[in-house]
Structures are given as C-alpha cells and as structure tokens.
C-alpha cells in the first residue's frame, strides 16, 4: 500500500502526457488590395472551423452583412508572438479585398494556421491539452452529471453508484451503467490495462482512493478531461476533449454548442460503439440521453435543451485536426530528421510551422485526380493505370506549398514525389544552354546546325530528333525552345560533357559519376523534387534556393528549438538568369510548351519526355511558384504520353486556380540588350515581324538583318513582350 | 555598429519620404520593379519593414529576420526587405548570407538603390577577409 502510494504520487505528480508534436500549414494573410475574392476567404475560414454567427463577435464565427463580411479571429500563439482574439471587418470587391478594418495593429492581418498533422508515438495517442481555464465549465458539470454525480464527495469510489448501477443493470439484463467514478475511469486509462479480473478492479480501487487522498478534485477533473479515449482514426488514437472537439466538430473545445458537449460526453461510454461517423442514431440516441440528463441537473433549460434536441449531429467533414497531407509530412519528417529523433517529435508537444498552403495542395490533388483520369479515358488505358507527382515551391523562397506523391488521395504510400528516380528527358536541356551561355561562345540567336551528326568517340552514337526531321541552322533559344535533340548535341558537345555534368550537379546537388553524351537528352534519373531543385535557380533569376517545408520549431513552451531561414545562394549570373529566363518563357509561348492556355502570360517553363514515352513532364514557373509535374507508370512501362500531352495538362488544369504573374526577368547589365530576332532563323527583325522574338544579346553581337522585316534599328532597350 | 546606424538613417529617411498606393498582390508581383526602391515599398509588408528596422535598432537582430522573412513571403520581389535582411544579417557578422540576400536585393532593385546592395556586399567581403573582391565591387559600381 504504501509502495502503491508513492509510486502512485510520483508518477501522477509528474505526470507528463504524451503530446506529439504539432504539424501547422502557413497561416493566410491578408490585406487590402490582396487578389482575394469573397468565397475564397470563406472556404478557408471553413477550413479553420469557423461558423457563420448573427454577429461575428465571438472568437472562430463571422456574419456575412450586405457589404462587408465580420469575422472574430481566434487566440493563437504565433512563432513571432501571441495573438489575441480580433475582430476584422472585411470588404471584397470582385476577386480582390478593398477594405480591411481591424481593432488590432495595422498591416497585414493573419488567419491562425490549419492543423496539418502530428507526429504520433508508435503506440498512437494523439492529444492537445486543455488547461482548465479553458474547458467550458458545462463540460465538466455535464461529465459529473452524467458519469459520477458524487464526484464532488466522494473519496475515489462510490458505493451508492455502484449499488445503482448494478440494479439498473440486472433489471434490464446486460450492462447499462459502469460503477466506476472519474478517478477510478482516471486510473484505468493512466495506469492498467483492460483486462477484466477481480485484482485489476481491486487495484483500480486502491489506486483511485490514493489519487483522491492526494490530489485535490480540480486536478483529477482536469487530468480525466485529458487523457480520457475518445476514439480511433486509423492507427491514430484520439485522446482528451481538446483533441476531439477538432476531431469530431474541427473547432477548439471552448466554441462548442450545448449538443456538442453532450455528444462528446455521450461518446466517453463506448468511443466505438457510439462512434458518430459509423453509427450516427447510436450515437445521437445516446446524446439526447445526455442532453436529458443536463436538463435534469438543472444545467440547461427548457428552450436550451429543446433546441439542442432538434440539431442532428453535425461532424467536421474533413475529420479536422485535421486534413492530413501525408505526402508533404513525409517530406517535414524527413527535413526534421537532420536534427530532431521520432521519440523527440512524438512525445513533447513542439510546434511546427511549416509552408504548406493547404489551398494549393488542395488544387494540386484535385487537379492530378481529374488529369489522370481524363488521359486514362481518353488512351482507353486501365484506370489507375498512371501515376502523378507534383511539386509546388515558392519560386522565390523555395518554400515548399505542396507535394502530391500519388493518384492516392491522403494514403502514406510510395512517395512519388520523393522517391521515384525517373529519367528526366529534355528537362535537361536548359542546362545545356545554360553551360553554352556561359562558355562566352553562345547567345540566344547563335547559329547551331540541327543536322546529322555521329560521335565515333561514343559507339557512334546518331542521336536524332524526335520526328526523324533535320532543321539545319537554327538560333540556340530554338533549339531549346523546340526541343531540337541534335542541336542540342552539337552544342553540348562543343561545351563538353563535363561541363554541363558539373553544372547538373551544382544544381541538383547529385554527383554524376559517368558523365556521356546522352545526358545532353536527359538520360538521367532524378525525383520530381531534385527536379525542382535544379528549376529553382533558373525561377529565382540564377540563385540556388533550397527548397524547404519547415520555417521554426517550437518547444511546448513556445521557446524556439530550431528555426530554417531562407537561403539563397548565386549560382549564375543575372545576365544567364536573364536569357534563360527569357529562352524558357518563348519555349512555352512557341515551343514545346505551346499547347498550355496560359502561353502568353510571360510562363517559363519546358516539357521533359523520356525514351518510348514512359515518362511525361513539365517544369514551369512564373514570378512566384515554381511547378514540376511528372505522369508515369510504376511499372516503367510506356504510357504514350509526352511532356506536352501529359504533364503540361496537370499543369493547366491546376493553373485555372493560380493568380499567374510573368516570371521574373533580371535586369540586364550594360553589356546586354533586348533585341528582336527572327525566331526560326535568328536574324535581326522587328517587333512586327510575325516570328520577332525579344530576347537578351550581348550588345557587342552583330546580327544578320533579315531585310523584309527589319524597318530601322531595333537593338534598343525595350520592354519584355 | 556604426555602419548599421548610417544605414538605419538612410532608410528611415527615405521610408518617410514616400506615401506607397494601396498595393495588390499582382501589382506586387506582376514584373520587376522598375521605380526607385522607396517608390515601390509595398505597403502590405511596410509595417512589418518598419516593426523590423526597430528591433535591429535595438539589437533585437533574430526577432528582426523573422519579421523580415514573413514580409518577403507577402511581398518576395521587394528588394528593400531583401536589403534589410542583408543588412541584419551583416550587424551579426553573417558575411556568407549578407552578400547573398544583397545580391538577391540587386535583382529587385532600380540601378540607383542597386548602389546601397553593392555597398553592403562589399562590406560583407570586407567582413570575410576578402578585400580585393571588396574594392573591385566598390571600384565596378561607384560605390564610395
């Protein structure tokens, strides 16, 4: 007994629940001005929890007036500060937000971050802990009424509850009611097992004698709120009344209705049986019951518990606390891995800010989804035959905003997106170019001849053009723009293979052991994400920016832990930047990629596919998101597709719900200038010209004039068509 | 210290010279800057800029680069905020990520407000020993 006591006392005093770490997407700011329509800021208050209220004054509710839409936003702790409960006014105009009012600082005004997963300990507690200022005071009051009316007096056990709870149960015949107190439910979920003997009901006994004789009510009452089972959702068990409240309702415990209350406290009973997905008149019978039970206690009144009664039950449809994104966690674990262990992330309540923009994500899925199943109808394929992978980043920042590994929507499977080395194909191109520019002996408009050509040195390897067709001399911005495989050979190979093999890996970060000719085709194997790496130095206007789905761990008491800046680096000139920026926003708008809808938005981007069409791809970007989307079989195996047909389509499909900006042009220095030339043979030409291309040269080049077209000197500094 | 100060100066005295137009995401972003740098501070991020610019002026420089990169996130082709992360960075003796973000600040920047990036990248060669790379910036840009 006295053994029992003080490990009882120890173990309780320092009782530390096991709280996995938090995973929060990039909270939404807004401001006026923002490109932000009406029905768009009501999805992702919809996403946060939030519900529609007469007034809009109570933290998570808004009320939508004639003009202007109030919302009261929640208390939340960002890395960079408290944040409390404010009220904004918010007015749209169109897709775009005209006014913002707000009690609070002025500036940009922050929704607080949706819940994007946990890391859980491999036995699967899942919990967010509720201090007891925070826990509505009906809930406990509802959980005494209805569990262990004698809470209050009791010393651990209660003989009365016991005694009734064995006549109810033997005059109805089968267990109606458990005798067990909160302290007694306390210790059986704490310390034991759930095996039904006599000894383990004497020790529950003991134990629960011991916990009231040294702990005062309040603190037992608070512990019980937080560690009692409240459901399983997959491997992930549900613990505590913070956490499901967000699991079954997706909002915080202090916002919830009286018929919310009584269903959680209907499910403390039997989390299976009366489980509220699976069995939803099981579960609504035993809530009235509660509701019952609360009016008999004098808890609520007559008009409260009728209207409670009329609600149906109205759970999160996304299971909020919430909407996992098992694609975008795994790559955040992998990150966290440098630095933190999985017993670190499972057990100690930090809080991780990540980049994911659920939105995004959210359109990246859907538009796999339709993609997919649309290329599968239309090539009489099998459906799910083919597979996707996308990846989204900041082009800027490189913050990753989303990471779709599958067809599979919200399954932890095989994480495309990471994992599947697939061979790149043109992709590799730019980088050819890149290497020539560099070299000084090329600009956009050089001359290459697109003719046969046969290197003896590489087992006479022929390499030919993907229609069997020869172009002769074509400018170098062509032979990227059009994809030209023989052209492009010549030019690798004046630049030399061992080159072009550094500069892929100065990019990619991956060593290339055996560099050959091929790879000037893309005859390499890289994952969509390593793909990503490399288009972000050509997105950001020539700087390394490695991409990055973590921004600041904080431990459980908000202090920093870890924090991962941006990083940038220079890695080619502003000049390169330039022409390469230019060269793959005229392979979109006229080469490979003209088929995408948003040609002449200023995109930049090139189409990659590999031998016997096994894998389709396509790298684009504009002034702030770098996009790289692959279609493929897991089998390897042939699908038919090209980039252009394929992965392009993924992307204009997720593009309808993107705010396209041109990509970003550097500024050239004084040794360049825009200049038009003819897009099919180089030469000089006007702005008029149908074919005139506006592309950066080196001012020190003197160009053929193509004479028809050329209406006085166009070598000036010009605006970017 | 001395030379954060100079350059806590400046901005705050050009910040004020300014009344930015209410801003928008696309205008933010739709194609480089072509104005001078305190023409184009947007809005969106200017009170985070300035809550910034206060808390390195107090020395307060980690909580700064914090607010710093959430106003690149809102605003990420302003190259003021990448000037002022440079900045932070230098009053650290972060040399590596000062000339880094400076560079990044060039892209953003008109030719006139290029000359205080290329100023602070040479102060961050300086800082790394790198001297000759440092006076050839200054001698390449006017930078005095």
């Known amino acids: 007994m006295v053994y029992l006591d003080g490990t009882i006392t120890r173990t309780f005093e320092g ?40 007034s809009g004054e109570y933290p998570g509710t808004y009320h939508i007036g004639p003009r202007s839409v109030v919302v009261t936003l929640r208390p939340f702790r960002f890395p960079d ?57 009906l809930l406990t009051e509802t959980l005494i009424a209805v569990e262990d009316r004698n809470f209050q007096s009791h ?57 009231e004789r040294q702990f005062e009510k309040e603190e037992l009452l608070n512990a019980y709120i937080n560690e ?3 459901g399983q959702n997959g491997h992930r068990a549900i613990h505590g009344f913070g956490l499901g409240s967000q699991f079954y309702f997706g909002r915080p415990l202090e916002e919830l209705g009286t018929e919310e209350i009584a269903l959680l406290v209907a499910i403390v009973r039997g989390p299976t049986y009366y489980n509220p997905y699976r069995y939803p008149e099981r579960a609504q019978a035993r809530r009235d019951r509660v509701l019952n039970t ?8 007559d008009a409260t518990v009728r209207a409670a009664l009329a609600n149906p039950i109205q759970l999160a449809t996304s299971r909020a606390g919430g909407r996992y994104y098992p694609a975008f966690m795994d790559l955040v674990r992998r990150e966290l891995s440098r630095d933190f262990d999985s017993d670190d992330l499972a057990d100690n309540g930090y809080r991780i800010f990540t980049t994911l923009k659920p939105y995004l994500q959210d359109a990246a899925q859907t538009a796999t989804l339709r993609t997919l199943g649309k290329l599968e109808r ?12 996308v990846i989204i980043r900041h082009s800027q920042t490189g913050d990753v905003h989303a990471v779709v590994g599958g067809r599979t929507r919200g399954s932890q499977g095989f994480n495309r997106a990471l994992d599947a080395r697939r061979q790149v194909g043109s992709l590799l191109k730019p980088v050819v170019a890149l290497s020539a520019l560099e070299s000084g002996h090329y600009h956009l408009a050089s001359s290459v001849d697109d003719a046969p050509i046969v290197l003896p040195d590489f087992n006479n390897w022929t390499p030919l053009n993907f229609d069997g067709q020869f172009r002769g001399p074509v400018p170098l911005i062509r032979v990227l723009s059009d994809s030209l495989n023989v052209a492009t050979v010549r030019v690798g190979m004046d630049v030399g293979v061992a080159k072009v093999a550094n500069r892929i890996t100065n990019l990619t970060g991956k060593p290339i052991a055996h560099p050959f000719p091929s790879l000037f085709l893309g005859a390499l194997d890289l994952t969509p994400f390593e793909v990503s790496e490399l288009y972000a130095a050509f997105a950001s206007g020539g700087f390394l920016t490695p991409g990055r789905s973590v921004v600041v761990v904080l431990d459980d008491r908000a202090a920093t832990l870890s924090r991962y800046a941006i990083d940038v680096k220079q890695i080619f000139s502003p000049d390169n930047a330039a022409a390469m920026t230019r060269a793959l926003q005229v392979a979109m708008q006229r080469g490979t990629g003209r088929s995408s809808q948003f040609r002449s938005t200023g995109i930049a981007g090139k189409t990659g596919s590999s031998d016997n069409y096994r894998d389709s791809w396509v790298a684009v970007f504009d002034a702030n998101l770098l996009t790289i989307a692959w279609i493929g079989k897991d089998d390897n195996g042939a699908h038919g597709l090209s980039g252009s047909r394929g992965a392009l389509r993924l992307w204009d499909l997720l593009a309808q719900d993107l705010d396209i900006q041109s990509a970003l042009v550097p500024g050239l220095s004084n040794e360049l200038a825009w200049t038009w030339i003819d897009y099919q043979t180089g030469n000089e030409t006007t702005e008029q010209c149908p074919n005139a291309v506006n592309v950066p040269l080196p001012r020190s080049v003197d160009l053929p004039s193509k004479i028809e077209c050329a209406r006085g000197s166009s070598r000036r500094r010009s605006k970017i068509p | 210290m001395a030379r954060l100060t100079v350059l806590l100066i400046f901005l705050f005295s050009a910040g004020c010279a300014v009344k930015a137009p209410a801003p928008s995401e696309s205008q933010s972003t739709a194609k480089p800057k072509s104005g001078g740098l305190f023409e184009t501070t947007n809005t969106v991020s200017t009170n985070l800029i300035s809550n910034a610019r206060d808390m390195i002026a107090k020395d307060n420089v980690v909580d700064a680069i914090v607010l710093l990169e959430r106003a690149l996130r809102l605003d990420p082709q ?59 910036i200054r001698e390449l840009h006017n930078v005095r």
């Open chain 1, 228 to 230: 009692i089972f409240l």
């Open chain 1, 15 to 54: 009782r530390r629940w096991t709280v996995p770490a938090r995973v929060f997407a990039q909270p939404l700011e807004f401001y006026e001005g923002m490109g932000l329509s009406q029905e768009a800021f009501l999805i992702e208050l919809d996403r946060l929890g939030y519900s529609p209220h007469r």
């Open chain 1, 294 to 301: 609360m009016r008999a206690y004098d808890l609520i009144d």
């Open chain 1, 81 to 137: 500060g408290h944040r409390a409960a404010q009220t904004v006014s918010v007015r749209f105009r169109g897709d775009r937000l005209s006014r913002l009012l707000s009690a609070g600082p002025t500036g940009p005004v922050r929704l607080e971050p949706a819940v994007i997963g946990s890391f859980f300990p491999s036995h699967g507690e899942d919990r967010l802990i509720v201090e007891p200022e925070n826990t509505p005071h």
């Open chain 2, 78 to 136: 302003n190259g003021y905020t990448w000037l002022l992360l440079a900045e932070a960075e230098l009053s650290r003796m972060g040399f590596i990520r000062a000339e880094q973000f400076a560079r990044k600040a060039v892209l953003f920047l008109s030719k006139m407000d290029q000359i205080q990036a290329w100023r602070t990248i040479a102060n961050a060669l300086d800082g790394r020993g790198d001297k000759n790379a440092a006076r050839s």
């Open chain 1, 378 to 389: 239309e090539r009489n394929l099998p459906t799910k035959t083919l597979e996707a992978a």
């Open chain 1, 155 to 211: 010393w651990g056990f209660d003989i009365g509850g016991i005694l009734r709870a064995l006549m109810v149960n033997v005059a109805e015949g089968k267990v109606r009611q458990g005798g067990s107190t909160l302290t007694q439910q306390l210790v059986k979920s704490y310390f034991l097992d759930n095996r039904r003997t006599f000894i383990r009901k004497f020790r529950e006994l003991i134990m629960a004698i011991i916990l």
